[in-house]
């Protein structure tokens, strides 16, 4: 007995034999080996095998001299117990650990883990495009799949199997094994590039599971929306048109159409409730959303309406970034031949200043002095026409192309309280 092998007195092993060798078929449960290591076990198994096969051909062509055939050495390490047998039983008592894989040797016929019958139905693809089983699974068990989960990578992940799975079911129905949706992102972190590649493998897939109307109705929505000129502006107002759409089809399935009154109320409700919640994030929201582009989050330049912020608010008289013209004290435009109206807060009544040339705007305001200011004070305006309306004036502004995106700013620049007429 090898003395590494010594075994306790008045005891046995069921793993190591009486000279100290480990006893066939049992070895793998108590010696462990490593992949590395089988895998060379098995390499100078299979180079044993072809000297000794050739021995064997040149002893049948009446050669002299061929050596013996080598022993096999290393089967007690590449043998297991099959399932379902015992190993030895020592006087402890004690058994060996059953193991549940069957012989790994070398083209043995019953332990193929990769049959040429099922091998041969399939084929390399250096771009896989087809969609998992487990998406199906999730449609056929009335789950909305999230757009996200057809993302190129979401979709490797679910044929890698690299996805968790849980129980689907609710009162007494059998309960399924499915795609955990929650480890995917969330829709709303798509942007609208990422959301277009995402509905485009979704009504791929959505070919291959529905008849051809509704197909087609799907096809005809997402068409409506890529059709709409100012989808930039309502993209988030369509995805969530768009989730409630897939989510009450996989609950109940219908065609959509989208000339039906029901369809075009629900999209109206969409973009009024995206609008309200735009107005309802402060003064200097933006109104139309942000630019997002995967889970990073850009916002867009602002309105004028809304350019409150120090960074894009730019002063029409001295020209300098940060503040409104109203607040600005420069009494010198910041450009020769610039025109504003300055307002004289020294004197007792309001009065103001401008120059000859009219205001690049077509518009009507009314201006709204304070209580002990007269007509006279406004002899300055007498330049451009303009009537008495009670106690307020009403002076229109000409030009022949009025920019209206500054129309914000021209009205900014008056130092009193002014209504659009």
Same mark, same amino acid.
């Given at each position: ?24 078929? $049992?070895? *793998? ?10 895998? @060379? ?20 062509? &009446? ?13 007690? +390490?590449?043998?297991? #117990? ?5 190993? &030895? ?7 060996? $650990? ?9 083209? !043995?016929?019953?332990?193929?883990? +990769? ?8 084929? /390399? *693809? ?8 487990? #998406?199906? !699974? ?22 890698? &199997? !690299? $996805? *968790? ?12 094994? @499915?795609?955990?949706?929650?480890? +995917?992102?969330?829709?709303? =972190? ?14 791929? /897939? ?81 109104? /139309? ?55 004289q807060a020294a004197r007792a ?22 209580? =002990? ?12 026409? /303009?009537?008495?309306?009670? =106690?307020?004036?009403?002076?229109k502004l000409r030009c022949r ?21």
């Amino acid at each position: 007995m090898a003395p590494g092998n010594a075994g306790i007195s008045g005891q046995s092993s069921p793993f190591i034999g009486p000279n100290g060798a480990p006893i066939p078929g $049992v070895a *793998k449960g108590s010696i462990v080996l490593s992949p590395d290591t089988i895998d @060379v076990f098995r390499r100078m198994e299979a180079a044993r095998e072809r000297r000794n096969d050739r021995k064997a051909e040149r002893r049948a062509g &009446g050669e002299k001299g061929v050596s013996d055939d080598e022993p096999d050495e290393l089967a007690p +390490f590449l043998m297991v #117990v099959p399932s379902g047998e015992k190993s &030895g039983r020592g006087k402890t008592g004690d058994t060996a $650990v059953h193991q549940e894989h069957v012989s790994s040797l070398p083209y !043995s016929s019953n332990t193929l883990l +990769f049959e040429d019958s099922v091998a041969e139905k399939n084929s /390399f *693809k250096a771009h896989d495009d087809s969609i998992p089983a487990a #998406v199906f !699974s999730l449609a056929k068990n009335g789950i909305s799949p999230p757009l996200t989960l057809f993302l190129p990578g979401s979709l490797e992940r679910i044929r890698a &199997g !690299s $996805v *968790k799975t849980v129980k689907h079911g609710t009162g007494e129905t059998t309960k399924v094994t @499915v795609v955990d949706v929650s480890e +995917f992102p969330d829709e709303e =972190t798509l942007d609208q590039a990422s959301f277009q590649t995402c509905y485009n493998t979704f009504l791929t /897939f959505l070919q291959g599971a529905s008849g051809p109307r509704v197909y087609g109705g799907f096809t005809e929505h997402y068409n409506r929306m890529l059709n709409d000129p100012g989808l930039p502006i309502w993209f988030v107002a369509y995805q969530q048109f768009d989730k409630k759409i897939r989510a009450q089809f996989f609950t109940k399935p219908y065609i959509i159409d989208v000339r039906d009154p029901e369809y075009r109320d629900a999209l109206q409700a969409a973009k009024s409730s995206f609008l309200m919640a735009s107005g309802d994030q402060g003064e200097d929201s933006d109104p /139309f959303g942000v630019v997002r582009s995967g889970t990073e989050r850009q916002e867009r330049r602002k309105p004028y309406e809304r350019d409150e912020g120090p960074h894009w608010v730019l002063c029409f008289r001295c020209g300098r970034m940060g503040h409104n013209a109203v607040r600005c004290s420069e009494a010198n435009p910041s450009k020769h031949g610039r025109n504003f109206v300055i307002p004289q807060a020294a004197r007792a009544s309001s009065a103001f200043t401008i120059t000859g040339r009219s205001a690049c705007a077509s518009i009507v305001v009314l201006v709204t002095p304070p209580a =002990t200011t007269t007509l006279s004070t406004y002899a300055p305006f007498a330049a451009i026409p /303009f009537t008495v309306r009670s =106690t307020a004036f009403a002076i229109k502004l000409r030009c022949r192309r009025p920019p209206l995106q500054l129309i914000p700013r021209l009205l900014s620049v008056l130092a009193f309280p002014v209504l659009l007429s």
